[in-house]
């Protein structure tokens, strides 16, 4: 089971770094990504990383603002959101996939429960 933490409300402009954590196990998949879904929209993928050497993959939304990245004595992978927008409001989600490829949604797995990012 992956946990996401580091959510909350942020004015436009501002910054929130999430984290996902996990077990090992549970990190065997290739691909960590980062995924939101806002109301009555359909779930995006926004980041994600390949944990052997750290390519990373990104949204066109997001590019140049947010950063996806490692910590692998702790486990955990991060998403650095930095000038956010009313547009960035959703939750989000981390959950593993073989290829790091943002479309295929459905090919994750492993979702933790979320956490809230509003920006207001």
């Known amino acids: 089971q992956l946990v996401e933490s580091g959510g909350g409300s942020v004015q436009a402009g501002g910054s929130l770094r999430l984290s996902c954590g996990a077990s090992?196990?549970?990190?065997?998949?290739?691909?960590v990504g980062w995924l939101r879904q806002a109301p009555g929209k359909e779930r995006e993928g926004v980041a994600a990383?390949?944990?052997?050497?750290?390519?990373?993959n990104y949204a066109d939304s997001v590019k140049d603002r947010f950063t996806i990245f490692q910590d692998d004595t702790e486990n955990t992978v991060y998403l650095q959101m930095n000038s956010l927008t009313l547009e960035d409001t959703g939750m989000y989600y981390c959950?593993?996939?073989?290829?790091?490829?943002?479309?295929?949604?459905?090919?994750?797995?492993?979702w933790g429960q979320g956490t809230q990012v509003t920006v207001s």
């Open positions: 959950a593993t996939a073989l290829t790091c490829y943002l479309r295929a949604t459905s090919a994750y797995r492993d």
């Open positions: 990383i390949y944990r052997r050497d750290g390519a990373a």
């Open positions: 090992g196990s549970i990190y065997g998949d290739a691909c």
